[in-house]
């Protein structure tokens, strides 16, 4: 890895940056509180879909405090289409960490940081240093695509070992604006040295000395290791409706998608008629089907093939929580998984 190279980024990219930075809604002040939402909504998540997400919550839980005391409930109602719902599950026990341990003050050094629920060497040095302007690199995958890049080097970027040696290289050039130096380095990756598109590099400010450009090789770069393959899984959906109320239960408190709500499901691909017998079964006496529908999810491990089954039945019953469409729509958080059988309802 090329020292040389790296050093030469803060002289460049800042002025970039100065000019080009994008106007998002978490960069208006640098407050630790909002920058780590951010950072936390914007995990394995674009940046247009998190605006809408990060403006609704600061409006319902606009501190720290109000974070560390909201119902859970509503976390997941404001949570709900963003995923990977154990990140806000974090946000709150980091929350009540920093009232209990800090009295209610963000810390402000790395180590304290990163020791916070949910928070990984990315996430802490992100807000040391666009928070607090520490020499903390924030390394992940837009940074390390441009590094690799730059550097025109060819090991896989996923290697844990890749990345310690970026971060260790680029905490040795860091300038006195900390803060906007990792901003910048985010910038590049996300919008001119971007993934899954030809990189702009005719307007980088990095062009003259990239050796990835230089060499013809940045359409090739990087280098990732093969995927490991998705383990399958069908499931068969009921969504059963009564008199205007649909059924739904809760998850478990641990493991996928743990204590949110999900419309009733068995393991398995079942036919209309074992549909049926099933639900008759619970003690819903299942009137008609009303329609059946493929779809499917895709976790970071699991692929799940899903049949959606429509059921009208005659008795709420089944161990079930009965909730009208407006309750549904107003309170209840349902995850993406089983919120595109919910979409289809008006259509029922």
């Given at each position: 890895m090329d020292k040389e190279i790296l050093s030469l980024l803060p002289q460049v990219l800042l002025p970039w940056f100065d000019r080009e930075k994008r106007d998002l809604p978490w960069r208006q002040n640098k407050d630790p509180y909002r920058?780590?939402?951010?950072?936390?909504?914007?995990?394995?998540?674009?940046?247009?879909?998190?605006?809408?997400?990060?403006?609704?919550?600061?409006?319902?839980?606009?501190?720290?405090?109000?974070?560390?005391?909201?119902?859970?409930?509503?976390?997941?109602?404001?949570?709900?289409g963003l995923g990977y719902y154990s990140r806000v599950r974090n946000l709150k026990k980091a929350a009540q960490q920093i009232v209990c341990t800090h009295n209610g003050v963000f810390p402000?050094?790395?180590?304290?940081?990163?020791?916070?629920?949910?928070?990984?060497?990315?996430?802490?040095?992100?807000i040391a240093s666009i928070c607090f302007d520490l020499p903390?690199?924030?390394?992940?995958?837009?940074?390390?695509?441009?590094?690799?890049r730059l550097c025109n080097d060819d090991t896989p970027i996923d290697s844990p070992a890749y990345k310690k040696r970026v971060e260790q290289r680029l905490s040795a050039v860091y300038p006195s604006r900390a803060?906007?130096?990792?901003?910048?380095?985010?910038?590049?990756?996300?919008?001119?040295?971007?993934?899954?598109?030809?990189?702009?590099?005719t307007e980088c400010p990095c062009a003259a000395f990239c050796r990835a450009h230089l060499a013809g090789t940045a359409e090739k770069l990087p280098v990732k290791s093969p995927k490991k393959v998705k383990r399958l899984e069908d499931r068969t959906v009921f969504i059963f409706s009564c008199a205007g109320s649909y059924a739904?239960?809760?998850?478990?408190?641990?493991?996928?998608?743990?204590?949110?709500?999900?419309?009733?499901?068995?393991?398995?691909?079942?036919?209309?008629?074992?549909?049926?017998?099933?639900?008759?079964?619970?003690?819903?006496?299942?009137?008609?089907?009303?329609?059946?529908?493929?779809?499917?999810?895709?976790?970071?491990?699991?692929?799940?093939?899903?049949?959606?089954?429509?059921?009208?039945?005659?008795?709420m019953d089944g161990n079930f929580v009965w909730l009208t469409g407006e309750e549904i729509r107003r309170q209840t958080a349902i995850p993406t998984a089983f919120r595109q059988f919910w979409e289809e309802i008006d259509d029922v």
């Open positions: 920058v780590w939402l951010s950072e936390i909504m914007l995990q394995q998540t674009r940046v247009e879909a998190v605006k809408g997400y990060y403006t609704r919550f600061l409006a319902q839980l606009p501190t720290l405090q109000a974070l560390a005391e909201a119902d859970d409930e509503l976390l997941y109602k404001l949570w709900e402000c050094t790395y180590r304290d940081i990163l020791a916070l629920p949910g928070i990984g060497p990315y996430t802490a040095g992100a903390t690199p924030a390394v992940d995958g837009n940074v390390l695509r441009v590094v690799s803060g906007d130096f990792t901003q910048a380095l985010m910038e590049l990756g996300a919008t001119l040295c971007g993934p899954n598109w030809i990189p702009r590099c739904l239960q809760k998850r478990p408190n641990t493991g996928l998608l743990a204590g949110l709500w999900e419309f009733p499901n068995v393991a398995g691909r079942l036919s209309m008629e074992e549909g049926l017998l099933l639900a008759q079964s619970w003690g819903l006496h299942p009137r008609q089907l009303l329609r059946q529908v493929e779809r499917q999810h895709i976790f970071t491990h699991i692929h799940w093939k899903m049949q959606g089954l429509y059921i009208e039945v005659t008795q």
